[in-house]
């Protein structure tokens, strides 16, 4: 009896050993949303994360319905915005309406979906960065100044008047840690007074529309202040331009002032 008992003990053991090796193949780990961002409150894009390898090919759809619509559509585009993304083009974005956002995952065995994201395009706004940040030492009437200019992010649509672009400069001299801040307002230009002679400082820019959150900090620019007293009619002009892919610089010494002409 005792035996019995346990070699049917052994079988069930057996059995249950059996069905989970049939059982490797499973259905997809579970998606995530990660985020959702829109550069310029005309378009937007989404971005997921595939859940645990099923070690089985799976297909990602992007599922959607809009805020008390029962219809649901699938994402417009995935090839856009590159790999594990949805892009919404102007046709697909539509603002002050909220968007119920999933991802399922499927393979040959069954399908697995994410926790719904909810997204109002108008809260998802993060322009990129402004570009082509230039820095200049100006000496006028014997008054020593950073002038620093800008261009706004190419994806916001600045000159239809309906986007406005708010800026915040920051600066600290090479050897310094801590960055000094300045809100700038809707110029893209600023000039900095209080500056050290003879150091060099690093200098960024990031931008914000009216909703919300500010951009990444654009590609650092270094100027070097330079040392001592100046002839006061001498301009000294120092522009220097650095992206990630190249740097170069520039130095004008002149005895006009162009500001004057
Ligand atoms: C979905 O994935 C989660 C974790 O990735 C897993 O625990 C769950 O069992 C899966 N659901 C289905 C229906 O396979
Ligand atoms: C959001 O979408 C998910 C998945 O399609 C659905 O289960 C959920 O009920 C939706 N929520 C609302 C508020 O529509
Ligand atoms: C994934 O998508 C391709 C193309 O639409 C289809 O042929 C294939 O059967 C799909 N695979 C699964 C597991 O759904
Ligand atoms: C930035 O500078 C580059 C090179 O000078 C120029 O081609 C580009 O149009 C500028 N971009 C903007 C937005 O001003």
């Known amino acids: 009896m005792k035996q019995n008992l346990a070699s049917s003990v052994r079988f069930i053991l057996l059995l249950f050993l059996n069905v989970e090796c049939l ?18 409150m005309e378009t937007f894009t989404c ?27 699938e994402c417009p585009d995935y090839r856009t915005a590159g790999p594990n993304t949805c892009y919404f083009d102007k046709k697909h974005t ?9 991802v399922k995952a499927t393979n040959e065995v069954g399908s697995n979906i ?20 230039s820095l200049q030492v100006i000496q006028s009437a014997g008054i020593l100044y950073l002038w620093a200019k800008w261009s706004p992010p190419p994806l916001v649509d600045v000159r239809s008047g309906w986007l406005i672009l708010h800026y915040e400069l920051r600066l600290k001299s090479e050897e310094r840690e801590e960055w000094e801040t ?23 820019v990031h ?26 009619d001498v301009l000294y002009t120092q522009e220097m331009y650095s992206t990630r892919e190249s740097s170069s610089a520039t130095l004008i010494i002149s005895r006009a002032a162009p500001w004057k002409a």
């Open 47 to 73: 971005w997921w994360k595939p859940g645990s390898d099923s070690g089985l090919p799976t297909n990602y759809t992007l599922l959607y319905n809009k805020e008390g619509k029962e219809q649901i559509y």
């Open 23 to 40: 059982n490797e193949q499973s259905p997809p780990g579970k998606p995530e949303v990660l985020k959702c961002r829109s550069p310029e």
């Open 114 to 133: 994410s926790n719904p994201h909810y997204v109002d395009v108008t809260s998802i706004v993060q322009p990129d960065p402004p570009v082509n940040l």
């Open 207 to 232: 931008c914000m529309l009216d909703h919300g959150k500010w951009s990444e900090w654009s590609s650092e620019s270094y100027i070097q202040i330079p040392n001592g007293a100046l002839n006061t």
């Open 94 to 102: 539509h603002l002050w309406t909220s968007y119920n956002i999933s």
């Open 182 to 204: 300045i809100f700038v307002g809707q110029q893209a230009h600023y000039k900095v007074f209080k500056l050290h002679p003879g150091l060099k400082y690093i200098v960024q």
